[in-house]
């Protein structure tokens, strides 16, 4: 039975399956440096994990990109290493430098504390339960995780790299011990996840964010598998979930892992073309994406012939329109004004 208590979520309709005549935006990383808001927040919280774990603050700075475009969604403001950081997890950001953690081995396991993990994500989990009762009743509420292989990567090397180089030779070095961080840590984004929900949100999405650089078996394991698991896991408990799946740089794997998984919706990295995925992935699939982020810095015509294609490229499924990766902070504000303007088609 339909509910007819709140106005329609057009976003979270079309995770679910229903096309839109205009596809709904949301922007990765939307709430972020690229706004001046952003920035005396930040300024104000003193250091990124406290922005994180500070309802009042995180709430504020979810809710900026939507009082100044007109989104269709909003995205818990939080961060994927805040999973390692519950779990005990030496984690910090540097200016500059980006996440810097203290790097789990092989004999290190056992500092990891999953049963202390949701006490200390009980700030963010306010944060959504706020964001949910003040959120116009139209807009979709997205909570989110990092995948289980991206989080690995960060904690086994202890920082962001190219090409994960640490993670993947442990896991060829140490499969057992490599094992056990994946189940710690699809377990701890099963329970976060179902708590994320129970506090309001609609939907969530899996950031496989360095889906790229692994072969076709390690993608298997340590990609499609592991995602797998929490989306069933979190569907025991919450018959249904609504998923987003974005495993970016996955491309020739994102049918399997679209198929295996169970998301509702695939996210589409820009370097993804608009043909093959509307010819390799099955036709009532929904999926997200994919402007370039650059394109955006540059704006201009070329900006809105690409946001053109991509709307006609989707138009036969349901599209929820993004870019293919986090804004950068170059982004200007009349940018992201035009490239709403332009998908709401007005």
């Known amino acids: 039975m339909t509910d007819t208590s709140r106005p329609e979520r057009a976003l979270l309709n079309t995770v679910l399956g229903q096309r839109q005549e205009r596809p709904p935006i949301w922007i990765m990383r939307q709430a972020g440096r690229y706004l001046p808001e952003y920035r005396e927040t930040r300024t104000k919280a003193g250091n990124f994990l406290d922005l994180c774990y500070t309802p009042d603050l995180a709430v504020e700075v979810t809710l900026q990109p939507l009082r100044r475009f007109d989104l269709d969604a909003a995205i818990l403001f939080s961060d994927i290493l805040v999973v390692p950081d519950a779990l005990g997890q030496s984690v910090r950001f540097a200016t500059g430098e980006g996440p810097l953690l ?41 909570g989110f995780c990092g995948s289980p292989w991206t989080v690995a990567t960060y904690m086994i090397g202890g920082r962001g790299s190219p090409d994960q180089a640490a993670a993947r030779l442990y896991a060829l070095r140490h499969p057992e011990d490599f094992a056990r961080l994946i189940d710690i840590l699809v377990d701890t984004s099963i329970s976060y996840l179902v708590a994320q929900f129970n506090a309001g949100a609609d939907v969530v999405q899996l950031f496989e964010s360095w889906a790229l650089n692994l072969d076709e078996v390690a993608f298997a ?22 998923f987003i799946g974005f495993p970016r740089g996955a491309a020739g794997n994102l049918p399997a892992y679209a198929a295996a998984t169970g998301v509702n919706a695939l996210g589409l990295d820009y370097a993804t073309p608009l043909g093959w995925a509307g010819s390799a992935l ?42 293919g990766h986090g804004i ?16 709401k088609g007005r």
Not at 221 to 242: F, K
């Open 102 to 142: 203290e790097p789990v081995t092989e004999t290190g396991l056992g500092v990891l504390r999953p049963e202390q993990a949701l006490e200390r994500l009980a700030p963010v989990l306010e944060t959504v339960s706020r964001l949910r009762g003040t959120i116009d009743a139209d807009k979709t509420l997205i």
């Open 221 to 242: 394991n340590w990609v499609i598998e592991p995602n797998r698991r929490i989306v069933e896991g979190v569907r025991r408990v919450i018959p249904d979930a609504p």
């Open 328 to 343: 950068v902070p170059e982004t200007p504000i009349a940018h992201v004004e035009r490239l709403v303007a332009r998908v």
């Open 282 to 323: 099955p036709s009532a699939l929904p999926v997200q994406g994919n402007l370039d982020p650059l394109r955006l810095v540059a704006g201009g015509e070329q900006l809105d012939r690409r946001v053109d294609e991509i709307i006609a490229g989707f138009s036969n499924r349901p599209h929820i329109f993004n870019l």
